[in-house]
């Protein structure tokens, strides 16, 4: 059984840096991608990046391109998002998931994205 676990979030102030990571267990083919995704508190989820476990290619959305960054360990045990500049708008639960196939596990639905973790909390605050 997959079991994703997060950690890394805090308060931070604007221009900061956080780095996230993504615990993963009970690793199979539904996990070849990883992704992270966030939800700020009245919006809707969105995606934010993806990786692929047997290369490490990457994909990410538009607006965190440049900023974001995903990557994994050479384990392949554990997957980080790197996020600089932190602006207020940041501010959100941050959530690792995984699917069996990439980019796809970027889409969050239930076909495509399998495994959830449980979240951490990034605070952009002065």
């Known amino acids: 059984q997959v079991q994703l676990v997060e950690s890394g979030g805090g308060s931070v102030q604007p221009g900061g840096s956080l780095r996230l990571s993504c615990a993963v267990s009970g690793a199979t083919s539904s996990t070849n991608c990883m992704a992270w995704f966030r939800q700020a508190p009245g919006k809707e989820r969105e995606p934010l990046a993806g990786?692929?476990?047997?290369?490490?290619?990457?994909h990410y959305v538009d607006s965190v391109r440049g900023r974001f960054t995903i990557s994994q360990d050479n384990a392949k045990r554990t997957v980080f998002l790197q996020i600089d500049s932190l602006q207020p708008e940041d501010t959100a639960t941050y959530y690792c998931a995984a699917g069996p196939r990439f980019p796809f596990c970027m889409l969050g639905t239930r076909a495509d994205t399998s495994d959830w973790g449980q979240g951490t909390q990034v605070t952009v605050s002065s």
């Open positions: 990786i692929y476990r047997g290369d490490g290619g990457t």
